[in-house]
């Protein structure tokens, strides 16, 4: 099982970049995003879950990140919109086998596998 990231790179603040995270040697239930600062813990950006067909986000990209699943491709895409500076981060694609409940959906150990990251750096 292998999720691989990609689509990261140098922006500039209000430019778009969209993210692709592509699953191999299974299909998932529950996909999702994380992120991580340097110097800053990992938090949690979006989850996509199959049971309920819907999107949650956290608040801070609520409004600009637009997470979305082909499932011909066994792909989620991570389409974000007016970057900031503050976004710049390494950008890590997940996935969860099995349901997810909501309470567990921004924790990290809540998912099975994990992407390589990609970094997006957003330029002031």
């Known amino acids: 099982v292998q999720l691989q990231a990609s689509g990261g790179g140098l922006v500039q603040t209000g430019d778009s970049l969209t993210l692709s995270c592509t699953a191999s040697g299974r299909t998932f239930s529950t996909t999702g995003w994380f992120r991580q600062a340097p110097g800053k813990e990992r938090e949690w950006i979006a989850t996509k879950r199959q049971s309920d067909s819907n999107t949650y986000y956290t608040d801070f990209v609520k409004g600009r990140f637009t997470m979305s699943k082909d499932n011909a491709k066994n792909t989620v895409y991570l389409q974000m919109n007016s970057l900031k500076p503050e976004d710049t981060a390494v950008y890590y694609c997940?996935?969860?086998?099995?349901?997810?409940?909501?309470?567990?959906?921004?924790?990290?150990?809540?998912?099975?596998?994990w992407g390589q990251g990609t970094l997006v750096t957003v330029s002031s």
């Open positions: 997940v996935a969860k086998r099995n349901r997810i409940i909501l309470s567990d959906i921004n924790r990290a150990g809540a998912y099975d596998a």
